[in-house]
């Protein structure tokens, strides 16, 4: 019934593309640092873990982008969505060993 009634309403949002592209943008590397942090603490040395989160950020793209019918971003040329993962990974085991938790 809500479709129905503000359908014509959704169309005309302008910002809607942004903001999804904006949540896409935090999901990859969110996916890339869980898989990273649980095989750290799971005592995977830092490259398996660092390999480990790379494989979780660049599936959990392709799983969202299925799920919601699209192709996936990773299997686009000229798209670097396998790359955005690394960096949070990176500054992840930076801060935990500056905290002496690895």
Request: glycine share 12%.
């Amino acid at each position: 019934m809500i479709i129905v009634l503000f359908g014509s309403l959704w169309e005309d949002l302008t910002w809607w593309p942004l903001l999804v592209s904006a949540i896409d943008a935090f999901g990859q590397p969110a996916f890339a640092l869980l898989g990273f942090q649980l095989s750290i603490l799971a005592g995977i040395p830092f490259l398996g873990a660092l390999f480990v989160g790379l494989l979780n950020g660049i599936s959990g793209g392709i799983l969202r982008d299925v799920l919601v019918g699209d192709v996936p971003q990773f299997f686009r040329p000229g798209q670097l969505s396998g790359g955005s993962s690394l960096p949070p990974c990176f500054f992840m085991q930076r801060c935990c060993l500056l905290t002496k938790l690895v």
